[in-house]
């Protein structure tokens, strides 16, 4: 299958109206600009092909392959990926346009890291390039996009009750106009305003050094996140709060599960775990438990033994049904004289059974 053949199968796309087809998928991704990914998937089908078929040098497939990849991410969804995969994938265009004794080491490692180590199948060491249910993550964010988690939550009332306290809170009302008629300059023409996130682990606050005051914005900034702390804020809507909410988000090394500080957290009554192991399942997650474990463990060693075997066997010449019986001889799996179940063994497609 040549290149071009080879991504449109990926991608589910038709060798003659593919060009209908991503205009109509790009526009129903919410996290990415619609001209963005359509010129990336546009070279990726029309230019591309040309250039892997014009130069046969490895490094220039493995560059165009390691760029389909970084296309087929995004296509997916945007969440569950290196932020972000359009960026990588610029990247690695520009690297393809480049002439081969021009090309940025940087680009090639990366390429090596995508298509050559530990990867096939969709599989990227121990993550995967191929999601199991995309349509599940692209909805999850879609709702985040547009702030809604409730699909996550039970209990409602929980909810609601907070948001009335700060509809009819004098105080909150107060430090608002405070804010407002203090920093006013900064508020012009900004109808949604949010805090500064939290990173990963809470290590830091704020910025990247937490909050600063040595600069008027920089004072804005400090006030806001310690306002927004008062009332569990996300931020502010026009006079509008923006209380948070439960939610469960896919993040490139998992799911995030976030409970806000003024819920009375019931584990089994306030959220929906169903739908959060829908999303959590959806990257492609294989079930787990302590024989399950062994059981991968043991066909590791035994596919790892097989190829050891394989090589040996390679090297004194052994072809066909020989090279398999030699195989089975040295690696200790039992030989039945019918080889598809070591071929997948040795593909990493399927187990096989030991003597």
């Known amino acids: ?201 809470n290590w830091l606050r704020g910025g990247a050094t937490g909050a600063e005051f040595h600069r008027p914005w920089a004072q804005f900034k400090a006030i806001f996140d310690f306002f927004c702390w008062k009332y569990y804020l996300w931020g502010m809507d026009g006079d509008q709060p923006m209380l948070l909410k439960p939610s469960a988000v896919c993040t490139p090394h998992g799911t995030q599960i976030f409970i806000p500080g003024y819920l009375s957290f019931d584990a089994k009554r306030d959220l929906d775990f169903t739908q959060i192991g829908k999303l959590h399942r959806a990257r492609g997650i294989p079930r787990q438990g302590p024989q399950r474990s062994r059981d991968r463990q043991e066909v590791d060693d035994s596919r790892r033994k097989a190829r050891a075997a394989d090589a040996e066997a390679r090297s004194l010449g052994k072809k066909g049904d020989e090279r398999y019986a030699y195989i089975c001889k040295k690696a200790g799996i039992l030989d039945s004289g019918d080889y598809r179940q070591l071929r997948e063994l040795l593909s990493g497609r399927k187990k096989i059974r030991k003597q």
């Open 1 to 201: 299958m040549n290149f071009f053949s080879q991504w449109l199968n990926r991608f589910g796309l038709s060798p003659t109206e593919w060009p209908q087809e991503v205009a109509h998928h790009v526009q129903a991704l919410p996290f990415i600009n619609p001209e963005k990914a359509t010129a990336l998937l546009e070279f990726l089908f029309g230019e591309v092909p040309a250039i892997v078929a014009l130069c046969d040098a490895p490094q220039t497939a493995l560059l165009a392959n390691a760029y389909g990849w970084c296309c087929l991410a995004f296509w997916q969804c945007e969440s569950v990926f290196p932020a972000l995969p359009e960026n990588y994938a610029q990247y690695l265009q520009a690297a393809l346009a480049t002439p081969l004794s021009d090309h940025d080491e940087s680009a090639m490692v990366l390429a090596r890291l995508i298509v050559e180590f530990n990867a096939g199948g969709g599989q990227c060491g121990f993550n995967k390039l191929i999601l199991e249910d995309a349509a599940t993550i692209r909805e999850s964010e879609r709702l985040n996009y547009e702030g809604r988690y409730e699909v996550y939550l039970k209990t409602q009332a929980k909810y609601d009750e907070y948001v009335y306290f700060l509809e009819h809170s004098p105080d909150f009302q107060a430090e608002w106009q405070l804010i407002k008629t203090t920093y006013a300059y900064f508020l012009a023409n900004k109808r949604v305003l949010r805090r500064s996130p939290i990173p990963e682990r």
